[in-house]
């Protein structure tokens, strides 16, 4: 859970490394009959700022398919995650 900016900032270089490494790779997932949030490119985000309002990006492993979503709601609180996705849930 992402309850502060120095986490969420954390989460930023935790996926950029996994990006980096190939441990991780974007998704084109997005689940349906959720309005899309049009984010930056994720390689552009700065991880000191300053953020939009809403993040929402999916990553997920290249060799299992496992789905994550680093999604922060900065707008009113500094409220996300960093987490895996079942997209059956959704």
Do not use: M
Not at 1 to 28: C, F, Y
Not at 29 to 39: D, N, R, T
Request: glycine share 6%; proline share 7%.
């Amino acid at each position: 859970q992402i309850l502060s900016i120095d986490q969420l900032k954390k989460a930023i270089r935790v996926v950029r490394a996994n990006l980096n490494d190939g441990t991780l790779a974007h998704s084109a997932y997005w689940p349906k009959g959720i309005l899309k949030v049009e984010s930056e490119p994720f390689e552009s985000l700065d991880e000191q700022g300053p953020y939009g309002d809403d993040i929402q990006y999916y990553f997920e492993c290249p060799k299992c398919k496992q789905l994550y979503s680093l999604s922060c709601e900065l707008y009113h609180c500094c409220g996300g995650e960093w987490a895996p996705v079942n997209p059956s849930t959704l």
